[in-house]
């Protein structure tokens, strides 16, 4: 009791926390984190509990990263501000005011994207080199 931890769990990512007492096959613990993380957690849980309802089933895992706001490099050399929604290894959903037509190369951050589909806040888009599993994690910088 009382040992700090760091846990990381599958489709939500890293959790840092005190331990406050053991039991048969594991311990339970308080998590320690400010309010804008526990929102976060609190977002990705509810998209969670709701990913049954939706058509949209991605196969790939999806995090909420902390670091959200990222410079989108369009055609033209034409340059965007954007947010990260969501994000996997292999692509992310971005919320932007002017949405690039499916199908054109975006580099998103440094990294190289084609758009892949419209939202009603943005475009989602697919890396054409996606994250390894040892650099995927929610502190990711795009």
């Known amino acids: 009791a009382g040992a700090r931890v760091i846990c990381y769990l599958d489709d939500l990512g890293m959790f840092d926390g005190v331990v406050l007492h053991g039991r048969p096959g594991g311990f339970v613990f308080q998590l320690v984190a400010n309010a804008e993380r526990r929102s ?49 290894m292999t692509g992310a959903a971005l919320v932007l005011d002017r949405r690039p037509q499916i199908g054109v190369m975006v580099t998103v951050g440094k990294r190289y994207a084609t ?17 390894g599993p040892l650099t995927f994690n929610e502190r990711v910088i795009l």
């Open 115 to 131: 758009v892949v589909r419209h939202t009603a806040e943005g475009v989602g888009v697919a890396f054409r080199m996606p994250f």
């Open 40 to 88: 976060r957690i609190e977002a990705r849980l509810e998209w969670m509990r709701s990913a049954d309802d939706r058509e949209d089933q991605r196969k790939a895992a999806r995090i909420v990263p902390v670091h959200r706001d990222v410079r989108i490099a369009l055609q033209g050399a034409r340059t965007a501000e954007a947010f990260v929604t969501d994000l996997s």
